[in-house]
């Protein structure tokens, strides 16, 4: 079974997300279908579902592999870089 490598290098407390949305969302005028939030820099994006992606862009951008949903009563995590559930 394939593991995360990254998770052990993510800063503890967790970041604190920078927005209660994502931000790019709002500029492009769509609405996200559900939130991620970045554990490397607290970036809020969006999930694949939604039309924009934002939460993959911003992995695709700055390298940072690992984010967790940003949804109330899930507590589940996601390695873009091992493409596992951490």
């Known amino acids: 079974m394939k593991q995360c490598t990254h998770a052990d290098a993510l800063p503890h407390p967790e970041p604190v997300p920078l927005s209660e949305t994502c931000p790019e969302c709002l500029r492009d005028g769509t609405h996200p279908v559900q939130l991620r939030l970045c554990l490397t820099c607290g970036h809020v994006g969006c999930c694949d ?12 951008e700055t390298g940072h592999p690992v984010m967790r949903t940003f949804e109330p009563g899930e507590d589940w995590r996601w390695c873009f870089v091992d493409h596992v559930l951490v």
């Not at 579902?49 to 695709?60: E, L």
């Open 49 to 60: 579902s939604s039309p924009g992606r934002h939460a993959t862009g911003h992995h695709a």
